[in-house]
Protein backbone atom coordinates (compact mmCIF):
# COMPACT_ATOMS: atom_id res chain seq x y z
CA UNK A 1 0.00 0.00 0.00
CA UNK A 2 3.09 2.44 1.01
CA UNK A 3 4.69 1.75 -2.53
CA UNK A 4 1.30 2.22 -4.44
CA UNK A 5 0.71 6.04 -2.41
CA UNK A 6 4.78 6.50 -3.13
CA UNK A 7 3.85 5.88 -7.11
CA UNK A 8 0.93 8.27 -6.68
CA UNK A 9 3.23 10.82 -4.85
CA UNK A 10 6.03 10.35 -7.72
CA UNK A 11 3.27 10.91 -10.60
CA UNK A 12 1.89 13.99 -9.51
CA UNK A 13 4.38 16.49 -10.43
CA UNK A 14 4.40 14.69 -14.25
CA UNK A 15 0.43 15.52 -14.21
CA UNK A 16 0.73 18.65 -13.02
CA UNK A 17 3.34 19.43 -15.98
CA UNK A 18 1.32 18.07 -18.78
CA UNK A 19 -1.54 20.24 -17.41
CA UNK A 20 0.36 23.22 -16.73
CA UNK A 21 1.94 22.40 -20.86
CA UNK A 22 -1.19 21.91 -22.22
CA UNK A 23 -3.14 24.67 -20.29
CA UNK A 24 0.19 27.26 -21.81
CA UNK A 25 -0.82 25.68 -25.74
CA UNK A 26 -4.53 26.44 -25.10
CA UNK A 27 -3.75 29.55 -23.92
CA UNK A 28 -1.03 30.69 -27.01
CA UNK A 29 -3.90 29.33 -29.68
CA UNK A 30 -7.00 31.28 -28.05
CA UNK A 31 -4.78 34.00 -28.04
CA UNK A 32 -4.22 34.00 -31.57
CA UNK A 33 -7.20 32.89 -33.52
CA UNK A 34 -6.04 33.40 -36.75
CA UNK A 35 -2.81 30.87 -35.86
CA UNK A 36 -5.92 28.01 -35.12
CA UNK A 37 -7.33 29.19 -38.48
CA UNK A 38 -4.22 28.38 -40.41
CA UNK A 39 -4.05 25.28 -38.91
CA UNK A 40 -7.12 23.68 -39.55
CA UNK A 41 -7.55 24.98 -42.85
CA UNK A 42 -3.63 25.38 -43.79
CA UNK A 43 -4.01 21.71 -45.92
CA UNK A 44 -7.45 22.17 -47.07
CA UNK A 45 -6.28 25.67 -48.93
CA UNK A 46 -2.68 24.74 -49.86
CA UNK A 47 -4.68 21.75 -51.74
CA UNK A 48 -7.06 24.07 -53.34
CA UNK A 49 -4.70 26.51 -54.16
CA UNK A 50 -2.27 23.95 -55.81
CA UNK A 51 -3.95 21.31 -57.21
CA UNK A 52 -7.54 22.53 -58.06
CA UNK A 53 -6.51 26.38 -58.75
CA UNK A 54 -3.46 25.80 -60.04
CA UNK A 55 -4.48 23.41 -62.63
CA UNK A 56 -7.49 25.72 -63.74
CA UNK A 57 -4.47 28.56 -63.98
CA UNK A 58 -2.80 26.06 -66.46
CA UNK A 59 -5.68 25.13 -68.73
CA UNK A 60 -6.41 28.66 -69.06
CA UNK A 61 -2.74 29.42 -69.42
CA UNK A 62 -2.84 26.69 -72.09
CA UNK A 63 -5.96 27.43 -74.17
CA UNK A 64 -3.28 30.35 -75.30
CA UNK A 65 -0.58 27.98 -77.07
CA UNK A 66 -0.91 26.94 -80.70
CA UNK A 67 -0.43 23.48 -81.90
CA UNK A 68 1.62 22.22 -84.90
CA UNK A 69 0.53 19.87 -87.89
CA UNK A 70 2.03 17.34 -85.92
CA UNK A 71 -0.39 17.86 -82.88
CA UNK A 72 2.55 18.87 -80.68
CA UNK A 73 2.12 22.10 -78.31
CA UNK A 74 3.49 25.34 -79.70
CA UNK A 75 4.01 27.02 -76.22
CA UNK A 76 3.88 30.33 -77.87
CA UNK A 77 0.82 32.83 -76.78
CA UNK A 78 -1.93 33.73 -79.61
CA UNK A 79 -5.29 34.15 -79.91
CA UNK A 80 -5.99 31.77 -82.56
CA UNK A 81 -7.81 29.16 -80.63
CA UNK A 82 -10.47 31.90 -79.33
CA UNK A 83 -10.26 33.01 -82.72
CA UNK A 84 -11.67 29.06 -84.17
CA UNK A 85 -14.42 29.50 -81.35
CA UNK A 86 -15.66 32.05 -82.76
CA UNK A 87 -16.58 30.09 -85.77
CA UNK A 88 -20.48 29.29 -86.84
CA UNK A 89 -19.86 25.79 -85.92
CA UNK A 90 -18.34 26.13 -82.39
CA UNK A 91 -21.34 28.75 -82.05
CA UNK A 92 -23.43 26.35 -82.00
CA UNK A 93 -22.07 23.78 -80.05
CA UNK A 94 -22.04 26.49 -76.95
CA UNK A 95 -26.02 28.01 -77.77
CA UNK A 96 -27.15 23.92 -77.57
CA UNK A 97 -25.65 22.97 -75.00
CA UNK A 98 -26.45 26.25 -72.80
CA UNK A 99 -30.15 25.67 -74.29
CA UNK A 100 -29.94 22.19 -73.19
CA UNK A 101 -28.53 23.08 -69.67
CA UNK A 102 -31.58 25.37 -69.15
CA UNK A 103 -33.77 23.43 -70.38
CA UNK A 104 -33.32 20.81 -68.20
CA UNK A 105 -32.71 22.73 -65.22
CA UNK A 106 -36.25 24.47 -65.75
CA UNK A 107 -37.35 20.72 -66.26
CA UNK A 108 -35.74 19.84 -63.00
CA UNK A 109 -37.16 22.69 -61.17
CA UNK A 110 -40.50 21.71 -62.18
CA UNK A 111 -40.80 18.43 -60.81
CA UNK A 112 -38.61 19.26 -57.60
CA UNK A 113 -40.57 21.64 -56.28
CA UNK A 114 -44.05 19.82 -55.12
CA UNK A 115 -42.05 17.17 -53.68
CA UNK A 116 -39.70 19.22 -51.95
CA UNK A 117 -42.66 20.83 -50.40
CA UNK A 118 -44.36 18.26 -49.20
CA UNK A 119 -41.42 16.87 -47.75
CA UNK A 120 -40.93 20.45 -45.97
CA UNK A 121 -44.87 20.84 -45.13
CA UNK A 122 -46.80 17.66 -44.84
CA UNK A 123 -44.45 14.44 -44.43
CA UNK A 124 -44.31 13.03 -41.09
CA UNK A 125 -40.54 12.15 -40.10
CA UNK A 126 -40.86 8.65 -40.78
CA UNK A 127 -42.80 9.77 -44.30
CA UNK A 128 -40.06 12.24 -45.44
CA UNK A 129 -36.87 9.78 -44.36
CA UNK A 130 -38.35 7.19 -46.95
CA UNK A 131 -38.43 10.29 -49.62
CA UNK A 132 -34.90 11.19 -48.47
CA UNK A 133 -34.01 7.05 -49.85
CA UNK A 134 -35.96 7.43 -52.76
CA UNK A 135 -34.47 10.53 -53.86
CA UNK A 136 -30.99 9.25 -52.97
CA UNK A 137 -31.06 5.96 -53.91
CA UNK A 138 -30.34 7.01 -57.85
CA UNK A 139 -27.29 8.11 -56.86
CA UNK A 140 -26.28 4.90 -54.99
CA UNK A 141 -25.54 3.24 -58.25
CA UNK A 142 -23.38 3.74 -61.19
CA UNK A 143 -23.70 6.69 -63.03
CA UNK A 144 -22.31 5.06 -66.24
CA UNK A 145 -24.88 1.98 -65.42
CA UNK A 146 -28.13 4.57 -65.43
CA UNK A 147 -27.35 5.89 -68.44
CA UNK A 148 -27.02 2.93 -70.22
CA UNK A 149 -29.87 1.49 -68.91
CA UNK A 150 -31.64 4.67 -69.96
CA UNK A 151 -30.37 3.74 -73.46
CA UNK A 152 -31.78 0.41 -73.65
CA UNK A 153 -35.12 1.35 -71.82
CA UNK A 154 -35.39 4.31 -74.87
CA UNK A 155 -34.56 2.39 -77.91
CA UNK A 156 -36.35 1.80 -80.84
CA UNK A 157 -36.86 -2.20 -79.13
CA UNK A 158 -37.36 -1.24 -75.92
CA UNK A 159 -39.97 -1.10 -73.30
CA UNK A 160 -40.52 2.94 -73.83
CA UNK A 161 -41.57 1.87 -77.40
CA UNK A 162 -43.27 -1.34 -76.42
CA UNK A 163 -45.36 0.67 -74.39
CA UNK A 164 -46.64 2.87 -76.85
CA UNK A 165 -47.26 -0.01 -79.31
CA UNK A 166 -49.35 -1.95 -76.64
CA UNK A 167 -51.33 0.96 -76.03
CA UNK A 168 -51.81 1.70 -79.58
CA UNK A 169 -49.98 5.26 -79.83
CA UNK A 170 -47.07 4.48 -81.99
CA UNK A 171 -48.53 7.56 -84.10
CA UNK A 172 -48.04 9.63 -80.81
CA UNK A 173 -44.56 8.33 -80.60
CA UNK A 174 -43.42 8.82 -84.09
CA UNK A 175 -45.36 12.24 -84.63
CA UNK A 176 -43.04 13.48 -81.57
CA UNK A 177 -40.10 11.72 -82.84
CA UNK A 178 -40.59 13.83 -86.37
CA UNK A 179 -40.82 17.20 -83.97
CA UNK A 180 -37.80 19.30 -85.53
CA UNK A 181 -34.74 19.73 -83.94
CA UNK A 182 -35.61 17.44 -80.39
CA UNK A 183 -37.03 14.37 -82.88
CA UNK A 184 -34.57 11.38 -83.83
CA UNK A 185 -35.01 7.97 -85.19
CA UNK A 186 -35.46 6.90 -81.99
CA UNK A 187 -35.67 8.04 -78.25
CA UNK A 188 -32.48 7.03 -77.80
CA UNK A 189 -30.63 9.12 -80.42
CA UNK A 190 -32.47 12.41 -79.90
CA UNK A 191 -32.72 15.26 -77.90
CA UNK A 192 -35.47 14.53 -76.04
CA UNK A 193 -34.11 11.38 -74.72
CA UNK A 194 -31.11 13.33 -74.00
CA UNK A 195 -33.13 15.65 -72.07
CA UNK A 196 -35.60 12.91 -70.19
CA UNK A 197 -31.97 11.40 -68.91
CA UNK A 198 -30.43 14.51 -67.93
CA UNK A 199 -33.79 15.11 -65.90
CA UNK A 200 -33.18 12.00 -63.59
CA UNK A 201 -29.67 11.98 -63.17
CA UNK A 202 -29.64 15.20 -61.56
CA UNK A 203 -33.00 15.76 -60.37
CA UNK A 204 -31.70 14.56 -56.98
CA UNK A 205 -29.45 17.84 -56.94
CA UNK A 206 -32.52 20.11 -57.17
CA UNK A 207 -35.08 18.47 -54.67
CA UNK A 208 -32.85 18.57 -51.98
CA UNK A 209 -31.44 22.52 -51.94
CA UNK A 210 -35.28 23.42 -52.41
CA UNK A 211 -36.24 21.16 -49.05
CA UNK A 212 -34.01 22.68 -47.18
CA UNK A 213 -34.72 26.42 -48.13
CA UNK A 214 -38.55 25.69 -47.75
CA UNK A 215 -37.74 23.84 -44.07
CA UNK A 216 -36.37 27.58 -43.53
CA UNK A 217 -39.29 29.70 -44.38
CA UNK A 218 -40.89 30.11 -40.68
CA UNK A 219 -44.82 29.13 -39.92
CA UNK A 220 -45.11 32.35 -38.58
CA UNK A 221 -44.81 34.27 -41.57
CA UNK A 222 -47.21 31.51 -43.36
CA UNK A 223 -50.01 31.87 -40.03
CA UNK A 224 -49.27 36.02 -40.53
CA UNK A 225 -50.30 35.81 -43.92
CA UNK A 226 -53.38 34.00 -43.59
CA UNK A 227 -54.51 36.12 -40.84
CA UNK A 228 -54.11 39.05 -42.65
CA UNK A 229 -56.67 37.55 -45.27
CA UNK A 230 -54.64 35.98 -47.64
CA UNK A 231 -55.91 32.86 -49.73
CA UNK A 232 -53.29 30.01 -49.78
CA UNK A 233 -52.47 30.95 -53.47
CA UNK A 234 -51.54 34.08 -52.34
CA UNK A 235 -49.52 32.86 -48.90
CA UNK A 236 -47.54 31.04 -51.54
CA UNK A 237 -47.43 33.82 -54.52
CA UNK A 238 -45.79 36.25 -51.84
CA UNK A 239 -44.24 34.53 -48.98
CA UNK A 240 -43.48 30.66 -49.82
CA UNK A 241 -42.12 31.21 -53.05
CA UNK A 242 -39.75 34.53 -52.63
CA UNK A 243 -38.46 32.84 -49.43
CA UNK A 244 -37.54 29.40 -51.15
CA UNK A 245 -36.33 31.05 -54.38
CA UNK A 246 -32.85 31.08 -52.96
CA UNK A 247 -32.82 27.11 -52.77
CA UNK A 248 -34.19 26.72 -56.62
CA UNK A 249 -31.40 28.83 -57.70
CA UNK A 250 -29.15 27.09 -55.27
CA UNK A 251 -30.33 23.26 -56.96
CA UNK A 252 -30.28 24.81 -60.09
CA UNK A 253 -26.31 25.78 -59.74
CA UNK A 254 -25.73 22.07 -59.65
CA UNK A 255 -28.05 20.78 -62.24
CA UNK A 256 -27.26 23.31 -64.97
CA UNK A 257 -23.34 23.42 -64.43
CA UNK A 258 -23.15 19.38 -64.61
CA UNK A 259 -25.36 19.54 -67.67
CA UNK A 260 -22.87 21.93 -69.14
CA UNK A 261 -19.93 20.09 -68.53
CA UNK A 262 -21.27 16.27 -69.23
CA UNK A 263 -20.43 14.36 -71.78
CA UNK A 264 -21.29 10.76 -71.25
CA UNK A 265 -25.15 11.07 -71.92
CA UNK A 266 -24.27 13.24 -75.09
CA UNK A 267 -21.82 10.56 -76.27
CA UNK A 268 -24.46 7.84 -75.31
CA UNK A 269 -28.00 9.55 -76.12
CA UNK A 270 -26.78 12.08 -78.86
CA UNK A 271 -26.66 12.05 -82.47
CA UNK A 272 -23.89 13.72 -84.87
CA UNK A 273 -24.61 17.20 -83.03
CA UNK A 274 -21.87 17.77 -80.60
CA UNK A 275 -22.06 19.42 -76.89
CA UNK A 276 -19.23 21.21 -75.09
CA UNK A 277 -18.05 17.82 -73.32
CA UNK A 278 -17.83 16.14 -76.71
CA UNK A 279 -16.03 18.62 -77.88
CA UNK A 280 -13.56 18.55 -75.40
CA UNK A 281 -12.98 14.94 -75.44
CA UNK A 282 -12.59 14.53 -79.13
CA UNK A 283 -10.41 17.23 -79.48
CA UNK A 284 -8.26 15.88 -77.09
CA UNK A 285 -8.85 11.65 -77.94
CA UNK A 286 -8.35 12.17 -81.74
CA UNK A 287 -7.25 15.88 -83.12
CA UNK A 288 -5.07 15.78 -79.86
CA UNK A 289 -5.66 19.49 -80.27
CA UNK A 290 -5.64 20.25 -75.88
CA UNK A 291 -4.87 23.91 -76.46
CA UNK A 292 -8.22 24.31 -78.31
CA UNK A 293 -9.48 21.68 -76.38
CA UNK A 294 -8.49 24.01 -73.16
CA UNK A 295 -9.76 26.91 -74.89
CA UNK A 296 -13.59 25.23 -75.32
CA UNK A 297 -13.07 24.78 -71.35
CA UNK A 298 -12.63 28.22 -70.54
CA UNK A 299 -16.31 29.15 -72.22
CA UNK A 300 -18.26 26.71 -69.36
CA UNK A 301 -16.13 28.26 -66.77
CA UNK A 302 -16.75 31.78 -67.99
CA UNK A 303 -20.10 30.91 -68.13
CA UNK A 304 -20.46 29.29 -65.00
CA UNK A 305 -18.73 32.09 -63.36
CA UNK A 306 -21.49 34.63 -64.42
CA UNK A 307 -23.86 32.46 -63.35
CA UNK A 308 -22.61 31.82 -60.17
CA UNK A 309 -22.59 35.96 -59.34
CA UNK A 310 -25.91 36.22 -60.57
CA UNK A 311 -26.64 33.39 -57.96
CA UNK A 312 -24.69 34.82 -55.23
CA UNK A 313 -27.08 38.10 -55.38
CA UNK A 314 -29.74 36.09 -55.31
CA UNK A 315 -29.05 34.59 -51.79
CA UNK A 316 -28.63 30.95 -53.52
CA UNK A 317 -25.40 30.45 -51.46
CA UNK A 318 -27.45 30.58 -48.08
CA UNK A 319 -29.49 27.41 -49.33
CA UNK A 320 -26.50 25.29 -50.05
Given at each position: MARVDAAVTNGEPQVRARRTRGNRISTFLYRRPRLVLLLLLGIPLLWLVAVYLGSLSLLVLQSFFGSDSSGLVVRTLTLANYIELSHAANIDIFVRTILMAAAVTLACAVLAYPLAYYMARYASHRMKGVLYVLVLLPLWSSYLVRVYAWRLILAKEGITSWIFSELNLDWLLQGVLHLPVIGGPSLSVSFLGMW???????????????????????????????????????????????????????????TFSLTLGDFVVPYSLGNSAYFIGQAVLSLQSTAFNFPLAAAFTVVPMIVMGIYLLGSKRMGAFDAL
Open positions: LVFVYVWLPYMVLPIEASLERVPESLLDASSDLGARPSGTFRRVTFPLALPGVIAGSIF
